[in-house]
């Protein structure tokens, strides 16, 4: 018996079920990253999971646990993006209704994308997004999938450790982007239990550091002004359940700042070819700047966590770029 919210038992269930709808997807070795941050670096490519991020693995997993009755009153989320696609994506699956608050500050192509999976999207202000899923709830009676802190949501997520560890069992280091902490607990409590000696490293934006500052508090915390490009990084508040799970499988979470994300964003697109939101750079971008400690010599993952970016915005972001030292 266990106290903890999510187990290794709990992620490989949340595998078998997911497994009939979503890719396995690659992981890539790059030579010059490689040579660029002393590792031999490897990327899981979530950017091309369906819905281009990791989101509907956790999303699908908590809906496939509704019961008929949820199911009939449909699912509610608060997401920036790509967990509103997930849980949309899981929620049409089941034959279920999904409603996905977001921030007004959206990305105009996630909001598209989600409705495009048959979800209603209401917009609110960043700082009131909690507040309005509860009024929006209570009127409408919807079951509110938390975009991190839900422990099927958690294994689900936890399922990208199952693949790195059976892609590459000798990994030595894991480095994943945390926002609220959904993939990086999910990751860290498989990879701790396969691997115990594997280290793995959260990265966050330096302006939206919810996790980090839980972590020095020890409890949850709120933040209600982060502002980074990486929208996906960006939570307001972080959760027991996922911070639990960080506080006993995670080594350390460092921080980056913006330009240095934009940066490792146009690198990767420009020696990978592989396209990634800022999100998804964030794990490559602490490499690139030192801030990954033992990463040196050592069989390094980088989790591309999505790459569901506004074109309209990609020159934007890209000249924000810091240079690459080679």
Known sequence: MTDQPVTLDDVRAAEEAIRPYLHHTPLLQSATLSDMTGTDLWLKVESLQKTGSFKPRGGINATLHLSPEERERGVIAVSAGNHGAGVAFGARMVGSRATIVMPTTATRSKIAAIQGYGARVELVDHSRLLESMEEI??????????????????????????????????????????????????????????????????????????????????????????????????????????????????????????????????????????????????????????????????????????????????????????????
């Not at 994943?176 to 691997?195: M, Y």
């Not at 993952?301 to 999505?306: Q, T």
């Open 137 to 326: 709830q209570q009127e409408e009676g919807q079951v509110f999938i938390h975009p991190f802190d839900n422990p099927h949501v958690i294994a689900g997520q936890g399922t990208v450790g199952l693949e790195i560890f059976e892609d590459m069992p000798e990994v030595d280091v894991v480095v994943a982007g945390v926002g609220g902490g959904g993939l990086i607990s999910g990751v860290a409590t498989a990879l701790g239990a396969l691997k115990p000696g594997v280290t793995v490293i959260g990265v966050e934006p330096q302006t939206s550091d919810v996790v980090s500052r839980s972590l020095a508090s020890g409890q949850p915390e709120r933040l209600a002004h982060g502002v980074t490009i990486a929208d996906g990084l960006n939570a307001p508040w972080s959760g027991a359940n996922s911070l639990g799970l960080i506080q006993r499988y995670v080594d350390e979470v460092v921080t980056v700042s913006d330009a240095e994300i934009a940066g490792a964003m146009a690198l990767i697109l420009e020696r990978t070819k592989l396209l990634v939101e800022p999100a998804g750079a964030a794990a490559v971008a602490a490499l690139l700047n030192g801030r990954v400690p033992g990463a040196k010599g050592k069989r390094t993952v980088a989790i591309l966590s999505g790459g569901n970016i506004d074109l309209d915005r990609l020159s934007e972001l890209l000249a924000l770029a810091v240079p690459s030292h080679e």
